[in-house]
């Protein structure tokens, strides 16, 4: 991809926003397979107890750090910065830097730090924060009650977007999506929308676009570079479970539809890394709400323990139910192919 008006020599920063499950890890993997001439490397925060997004994004050449172990607009912003600075000293091995958020972020202490570390600022410029927006789900969040003090995280994405990705439009009909867009440019006036299903847009577009104005950024929010306290809602969770064996594919099939349609208006998101018994491949699933989506991944490998992995995030979760539900599903304990 040739940049058509590069800003200054410092390194352009893409922030990917988004609500969990608005296809944040779909278009970073199209980021990293298209052929757009770029070196990028990829900063990847996730919520959940157990990080699942790493198996989700394709084998690429490109360098991938994860961040784990909280969530970057708040509990790891130091981690960032470490990150951020330990790049710097090999920034000739990139033309770019990408930072996943997770679906509860804040994008703008993300922001912030482009601006309140000198060194960071001086090497480091921040191009656009694109913010995926599921066109299926996104109203139920944005409609969200929260307690007092309590931001909406859909809310802050859009609001602070450069780019929308209005995407999974063929999961909604026109109408819906004419309302979604209303809602973003009431929260958003001047932010350019680009439909899409399957995250696919043109990467020129939203990469290197110098999209980010810190002059208007200030102009609608005079305190953005003062640093202030935010608080997640505390009922949404994370559940990770970890389980060695083979899994039953029928009595799965008849958990996962049970607890889908009984509990998916509070589960936001699950996916998971799963060994089904008489399969050699790895069974990947993804779960919005009550919508799943299932399909082979890799191989595995003949000396391979078969462990399944999964995360379930959401409003209230019963941490003992989810895992016992899970392990009724086992056909096999700690089988070994």
Known sequence: MTNPSPVDGRVPVTVLAGFLGSGKTTLLNRILTEH??????????????IGIDDALVLDAEEE??????????????GDLIRILGALMRRREKFD??????????????????????????????????????????VLQHLDEVKPEGVENEAVEQIAFADRIVLNKTDLADEATLAEVEARVKAINAPVQILRARNAEVDLKQILDVGA???????KDDPTFLTETEHQHDATVTSVGIELDGEVDDARLNAWLGNLLRTKGADIFRSKGILAIAGSSRQYVFQGVHMLLMGEEGAQWRTDELRRNRLVFIGRN????????????????AGAAA
Not at 212 to 218: H, Q, T
Request: overall charge negative.
């Open 212 to 218: 980010f104005d810190l002059d208007r950024v200030l």
């Open 64 to 77: 991938i750090f994860e961040m784990n172990n909280g969530c970057i607009c708040c509990t790891v912003r």
């Open 317 to 332: 979760l019963d941490r003992e139910e989810l895992e016992r539900g899970f392990a009724d599903c086992l056909a096999t």
């Open 36 to 49: 757009h001439g770029m070196r990028i490397a990829v900063i990847e925060n996730e919520f959940g107890e």
């Open 96 to 137: 770019h830097i990408l930072i996943e958020t997770t679906g509860l972020a804040d994008p703008a202490p993300v922001a912030q730090t482009f601006f309140m570390d000198d060194e960071i600022a001086a090497q480091l410029r921040l191009d656009a924060i694109i913010t995926l927006v599921d066109a299926a789900h």
